[in-house]
């Protein structure tokens, strides 16, 4: 069975920064491209930012760009999300997906999806 | 880039059929033949129903159905079932800023 699992949410000050994670299993990571997706009631989904599965192509929605940066392990079947300078306007449910292809980029769909770990950025 | 604009709500009755619309531009629906959709209930993760436009994922019914005319993609439910109560959200390939969501919309089944 195909698992997407975050971690790392919680309630941060403004200007902070947080790490999340995603550990996956049920299929051969480093075969495919991985995403992360946001969630907010006022906005909906967004998505964030997508790598492939060697980490040479990495894309960043414009919101994001030069504060967030994805990375994966590849030997821990695991992606991540380092989010810095974080602002109020980042409060959201953040998802893991998974691509059916390997490279971020090109047209893809998400599926699966994980959970879901909510970041709070409020003083 | 801007979310792609879905209806708030829609609503059928059991055995009917809803469609929803979700209409963006030429450099995202209308560019590309890579619209998906996405079913959300209440605290669960999205799930995908509708991928390329029209085609369904393996385990999702044959009640779902896409399409997509120009700028505007959509999304048929047929015969109408009450686990069909959700928030469905459509998406699409979008170029250089790769990925689009749009609005979302609340299906009401009465």
């Known amino acids: 069975e195909v698992q997407l699992v975050e971690s790392g949410g919680g309630l941060v000050q403004p200007g902070r920064s947080l790490r999340l994670s995603c550990a996956v299993s049920?299929?051969?990571?480093?075969?495919?491209?991985m995403h992360w997706v946001r969630q907010t009631p006022g906005k909906g989904l967004e998505w964030v930012s997508g790598?492939?599965?060697?980490?040479?192509?990495?894309h960043y929605a414009d919101s994001v760009k030069g504060r967030f940066t994805i990375s994966r392990d590849n030997a821990k079947n695991s992606l991540y999300l380092q989010m810095n300078s974080l602002r109020p306007e980042d409060t959201a449910l953040y998802y893991c997906?998974?691509?059916?292809?390997?490279?971020?980029?090109?047209?893809?769909?998400?599926?699966?999806w994980g959970q879901g770990t909510l970041v709070t950025v409020s003083s | 880039q801007s979310a792609l604009t879905q209806p708030p709500s829609a609503s059928g009755s059991p055995g009917q059929s809803v469609t929803i619309s979700c209409t963006g531009t030429?450099?995202?629906?209308?560019?590309?033949?890579?619209v998906s959709w996405y079913q959300q209930h209440p605290g669960k993760a999205p799930k995908l129903m509708i991928y390329?436009?029209?085609q369904r994922p393996s385990g999702v019914p044959d009640r779902f159905s896409g399409s997509k005319s120009g700028n505007t993609a959509s999304l048929t439910v047929s015969g109408l079932q009450a686990e069909d109560e959700a928030d469905y959200y459509c998406?699409?390939?979008?170029?250089?800023?790769?990925?689009?969501f749009g609005t979302g919309t609340k299906v009401t089944v009465l």
């Open positions: 997906a998974k691509a059916p292809e390997k490279y971020s980029g090109s047209p893809t769909r998400f599926d699966p």
């Open positions: 049920g299929f051969t990571f480093d075969d495919y491209a």
């Open positions: 790598i492939s599965w060697n980490s040479d192509s990495i």
């Open positions: 030429s450099s995202d629906v209308g560019g590309y033949n890579y």
């Open positions: 390329e436009v029209s």
């Open positions: 998406s699409s390939y979008a170029g250089r800023n790769p990925y689009v």
